[in-house]
């Protein structure tokens, strides 16, 4: 990040959430070298979330954006975004990405469609329900510092602790949105939670559920459009989670299947239409409680989801 950026508009906060690996030091050094970076040594780890909160308290610049540890920008990405901005003022920035996998390759973004296809200039949620289909995470977004801290949702503990975040600002800000892929994201690392197999996984439960109380707290912005799309990306992340394998632990999958069920009853939308396709068939699959069809047709749905990424494996300059 700072070796794209030469001139003092850019201000880089590093959090060392406790680590025993050396990168603290590493950050030390770096920093005496260039004042642009501010190093913050945490004395116990509290994970990504409380990593950024502390971050956010700290910066001064008129955006934030979270970088996690293990990923990178994509080159030029300071520059895009920075002609972006100076074109656009939103409350959120949606920017694009590319998978980057164990082997070098890199790969599109499933959202870099979506990101095409909503308004030029900025535009509410209410404008393109769409856009809650792009990844749950804070890396993929620029936030206006002042709109997050104001915004008061701050970073969750554990894993999935963007979801709350990302819907609260979907919901509430001016949104914008860059088509360039600017963050290169590092697939299956060893030792990410999004590899690793673990009970923690069901926190995805209770990340929506403060995200369906969210909704009625921003009742304006809550169309018949907006409620179904939100309701469809909650269900839709649930199927992923369990569909990833190895995340949910095997003596666990049912239980994480029946509350998939149990949440479909729960928030379903009053007149709300199933997807079409594969999509559809699943959703029909949770809300009738058809749990061994459903997993009897998982390894089908994980050829035809790996089929996909490799369709979409690019190799750009």
């Known amino acids: 990040m700072l070796g794209q950026e030469s001139g003092s508009a850019l201000e880089v906060i590093a959090v060392d959430d406790a ?4 990168s603290g030091a590493l950050l030390d ?3 005496s070298l260039d004042d642009r970076l501010t190093v913050i040594h945490l004395d116990q780890s509290g994970g990504p979330g409380n990593a950024r909160n502390t971050g956010l308290a700290r910066a001064t610049g008129e955006y934030v954006w979270f970088v996690d540890g293990d990923d990178a920008l994509a080159d030029g990405a300071i520059d895009v975004i920075r002609a972006r901005l100076a074109a656009v003022t939103p409350d959120v920035l949606l920017i694009d990405y590319l998978d980057w996998f164990p082997d070098g390759t890199l790969g599109a973004s499933t959202g870099a469609e979506l990101l095409r296809s909503v308004p ?6 209410a ?4 856009v809650i289909n792009l990844t749950m995470t804070g890396w993929s977004k620029l936030f206006r510092s002042e709109f997050l801290v104001e915004l008061g949702e701050p970073f969750r503990a554990g894993i999935h602790e963007d979801v709350p975040v990302t819907c609260a600002a979907l ?3 001016r949104l ?5 892929p600017c963050y290169r994201y590092r697939r299956a690392r060893p030792g990410s939670f999004m590899v690793t197999t673990t009970s923690k996984h069901r926190a995805i439960f209770s990340a929506y559920e403060e995200v369906f109380d969210l909704l009625a707290k921003h009742i304006p912005a809550v169309t018949p459009q907006v409620q179904a799309a939100v309701f469809e990306r909650a269900i839709w992340h649930y199927a992923s989670v369990l569909a990833t394998a190895g995340l949910v632990p095997k003596a666990e999958r049912r239980k994480f299947f029946e ?4 949440d479909y009853v729960r928030y379903e939308p009053d007149h709300y239409a199933l997807p079409s396709g594969a999509r559809g068939a699943k959703f029909r699959l949770i809300k009738q409680d058809s749990y061994v069809t459903y997993e009897l047709l998982e ?10 990424r490799y369709l979409h494996i690019a190799h750009p300059k």
């Open 259 to 262: 509350r998939m069920h149990a």
């Open 171 to 173: 919901l509430a800000g």
């Open 299 to 308: 390894p089908v749905n994980r050829v035809r989801v790996a089929l996909r």
């Open 120 to 125: 030029k200039a900025e535009f509410a949620l």
């Open 127 to 130: 404008d393109a329900p769409q």
């Open 29 to 31: 050094e770096r920093a």
């Open 176 to 180: 914008a949105a860059l088509d360039r």
């Open 19 to 22: 680590s025993v690996d050396g």
